[in-house]
């Protein structure tokens, strides 16, 4: 199926992300997950299908590479969305390749695969800035910003 077609609606972020944080539960429940919402009111003009796609990426990314007992968390605010986890997993370095098609981090949990090359190409067609920021130790953060 063609997704030329963008249907842009005005998406209510704090509805849309405790949807897909719910759906992400169980999994995030099997490996002892813990998920901590800090959702304002905000709001993106986007196509709702390429929004959760992106939200899902982030959040199943989060859940995956994370270790068991870990956290991620989201937070909305206007103009701004942070997804962040506890994944002790160095990134720096490789941060600028992470949204290459098939870019993989370490070989025990598979890829990140398509997943986030997706994401940056709904990204830069609305020209939402993506960083990423990732401490040893500490976790990793990324911050969209629109």
Request: glycine letters at 6%; charged letters at 30%.
């Amino acid at each position: 199926e063609q997704e030329t077609q963008n249907h842009d609606e005005e998406i209510e972020l704090k509805e849309l992300i405790y949807n897909r944080a719910e759906y992400f539960s169980v999994l995030a429940q099997s490996k002892h997950i813990e998920c901590n919402l800090d959702l304002e009111e905000a709001s993106i003009t986007m196509d709702r299908r390429k929004f959760t796609r992106v939200i899902d990426n982030l959040i199943s990314n989060a859940i995956k590479y994370n270790k068991r007992n870990g956290t991620i968390g989201i937070q909305s605010r206007e103009g701004m969305l942070v997804v962040w986890d506890t994944v002790r997993l160095l990134l720096q370095g490789k941060i600028p390749f992470i949204f290459d098609r098939y870019m993989r981090f370490n070989k025990s949990e598979g890829g990140f695969g398509v997943g986030l090359s997706i994401v940056k190409k709904i990204l830069d067609e609305y020209h939402i800035s993506i960083e990423v920021d990732s401490q040893e130790g500490e976790g990793t953060e990324m911050v969209l910003k629109w």
